[in-house]
């Protein structure tokens, strides 16, 4: 009859299509497979890459650290200026000796490109008498400000800290905990919250 013949012909074509759909799922199974395992090689070649330029970078700025650099042997005051700990965009660190008590300071200063600037150099000894007028565990104490040399550069000793900044933990760890962001956090507010106290408004947080 009429129905059975149709039903003989559509049972074969629902098997059918069920194998041609289940060999393109089969397919598109695979191939998302391959993408999955393609993007995790790519992710471990970029993480080796990425932990290779963190080695060298850590390498480069200790091999930095701990030279000579143009104020070395100095004296800034009472301060007795030994090696550079690190160069920015316009500064320089060194680690320093009182004279006075025999205790460690670091010494910040302006490269001597930048002491051509006399609104730059007023800026710095400003800034630096601002700082010197915060207390408190979260900031760093300022001992000296003043200024060292023939050219008058100026200079800010301060107390030297022992660490690493938060960029070599981020290179080293990664992202941080979220408690651990929130302690951060915390004492960064209670800098600013002496830094209010005092009447400073901070134009270059970092």
């Known amino acids: 009859t009429l129905p059975r013949f149709a039903a003989v012909l559509l049972v074969p ?9 289940a060999r393109v799922t089969r397919r598109a199974t695979l191939d998302a497979l391959d993408r999955a395992v393609a993007a995790m090689r790519e992710m471990r070649t970029r993480e080796a ?24 042997g100095l004296m800034a005051g009472r301060y007795a200026i030994r090696h550079l700990i690190a160069r920015g965009a316009m500064g320089e660190v060194y680690a320093a000796t009182d004279t006075d008590g025999g205790g460690d300071a670091a010494i910040k ?22 700082a010197s007028k915060l207390e408190g565990p979260n900031v760093v104490t300022i001992y000296e400000v003043g200024t060292i040399g023939a050219n008058g550069a100026p200079y800010i000793a301060m107390e030297l800290l022992r660490g ?43």
Do not use: C
């Open 49 to 72: 890459q990425l932990e290779e330029a963190n080695r060298d970078l850590d390498f480069l700025m200790r091999m930095a650290a701990g030279r000579a650099g143009p104020y070395t």
């Open 109 to 130: 200063l302006l490269q001597s490109s930048m002491l051509r600037d006399e609104q730059l150099v007023a800026r710095f000894l400003r800034e630096g008498e601002a």
């Open 13 to 21: 074509g629902v098997m059918g299509l069920a194998v041609w759909q």
């Open 164 to 206: 690493h900044d938060l960029a070599w933990h981020l290179r080293q760890r990664g992202a941080l905990p979220l408690d651990e962001v929130v302690a951060l956090g915390d004492q960064v507010a209670r800098a600013l919250e002496a830094a209010r106290k005092a009447g400073i408004v901070h134009r270059d947080l970092k």
